[in-house]
């Protein structure tokens, strides 16, 4: 037997498949080519009309289905400028809008947690509410 080395690529079925250096090296450069591209995907956040959702369903089949793409685009990008919108409030506020929302607190336990009166949790949350609306309207 000679010295050279034995290049092999695992089957699905756990066999090996001996091959020649060339294929190998050629195999090796298209699934770290793929890696590299999957990587890019999920850093510039592009999904795949393949990708599956938590329903086991492609996202080429909800295209499909008739659910409306465009409302749910149009969601997702509202979401996106209300979130714009708190980071643009002060600390104080964006702890606020945190425990009302976030945490589920109702003004009550705020009040409490915060050792002040539940008229001044109201008048906080009326002029939070009253920033975040116009910082929406300028968006």
Avoid: C
């Avoid at 080519?33 to 080429?60: C, H, M, P, W």
């Avoid at 685009?73 to 980071?87: F, K, S």
């Avoid at 506020?93 to 409490?112: D, H, P, S, V």
């Amino acid at each position: 037997m000679n010295n050279s080395k034995k290049y092999y690529l695992e089957m699905e079925d756990g066999s090996r498949e001996y091959v020649s250096e060339k294929i190998f090296k050629e195999y090796w450069k298209l699934v770290n080519r793929e890696n590299y591209l999957k990587k890019l995907d999920r850093k510039q956040k592009i999904q795949s009309l393949n990708t599956v959702d938590e329903d086991g369903r492609e996202f080429a089949e909800t295209l499909k289905s008739g659910i409306d793409i465009e409302n749910i685009v149009e969601a997702a990008e509202r979401i996106n400028d209300v979130r714009m919108a708190i980071l643009k409030l002060s600390p104080k506020e964006q702890e606020f809008i945190k425990m009302m929302f976030y945490e589920g607190l109702n003004e009550t336990e705020i009040a409490k947690n915060e050792g002040v009166s539940r008229a001044a949790i109201w008048h906080r949350r009326k002029s939070a509410f009253k920033k975040l609306k116009e910082l929406l309207r300028n968006l």
